[in-house]
């Protein structure tokens, strides 16, 4: 089975910009989810998305938005971006159960840079 | 939400010494996974482990859900464990806001 991938890479942004990240799933995975880790702040949760839904949200301004497709594929937005945008994007997809997620797989990360 | 804690936040070990790593939550906490991060960011799924104890060859893990802890455990140390080690999880009316701990870095010396 194929992993979790991410699209792009590498991303060089200038201040004021907007960006788009893009994440597919494993394959039958239906649970998604975005972090950003910086050195300052570790790892911090930005939301996770559910057949089309977003059912939690991390302490991220309304400029960090997301989406989820119906094979499962996500994006996540960033518009305006800012100097502190700088970091790390996780995705990771997970099944899902009744109480929760089942174990997450993540991708190898978007690297954004914001000049 | 709940909070998470790790220690040691640094650990420096020869080739061939045993750790334990702990995570302490402030509340009861769902999908407790641990995690290791590569020097090239990439992260690896451990153990999900709620509660009970599970091994994988040198490693291990011990979650006592009724105390709020998890301990993991490395033995006969290589190189290659060198990295950061996360503890994850999610409160139970949050159960998909996975939160993430500090970390613990490990530096095992040849």
């Known amino acids: 089975k194929a992993g979790v991938t991410q699209t792009p890479r590498y991303l060089i942004k200038t201040r004021g910009q907007q960006v788009t990240l893009s994440c597919s799933p494993i394959?039958?995975?239906?649970?998604v989810s975005w972090y950003q880790q910086t050195p300052g702040q570790g790892l911090q949760f930005l939301f996770e998305?559910?057949?089309?839904?977003?059912?939690n949200k991390g302490n991220f301004p309304g400029r960090f938005s997301g989406r989820q497709f119906s094979n499962s594929r996500s994006e996540m937005n960033v518009s305006t971006l800012e100097l502190g945008d700088s970091a790390l994007y996780l995705c990771?997809?997970?099944?899902?159960?009744?109480?929760?997620?089942?174990?997450?797989?993540f991708g190898p990360g978007t690297r954004l840079l914001v000049l | 939400g709940i909070q998470v804690e790790q220690s040691p936040p640094d650990l420096i070990l020869q080739e061939g010494a045993n750790s334990t790593l702990r995570c302490n939550f402030s509340d009861s906490v769902n999908n407790l996974q641990w995690f290791h991060q590569n020097p090239w960011g990439q992260l690896i799924n451990l153990f999900y482990?709620?509660?009970g104890t599970k091994q994988n060859g040198r490693l291990s893990a011990t979650t006592v859900a009724t105390e709020r802890y998890s301990l993991l455990y490395i033995s006969s140390s290589q190189t290659t464990d060198s990295g950061v080690y996360f503890c994850?999880?999610?409160?139970?009316?949050?159960?998909?806001?996975?939160?993430f701990g500090s970390g613990t870095r490990l530096s095992i010396r040849p």
């Open positions: 394959s039958g995975h239906r649970s």
């Open positions: 990771a997809s997970s099944l899902v159960r009744l109480a929760g997620l089942e174990t997450q797989y």
């Open positions: 998305y559910f057949s089309e839904t977003q059912r």
């Open positions: 482990i709620p509660s």
């Open positions: 994850a999880g999610s409160g139970y009316s949050s159960a998909s806001k996975i939160i």
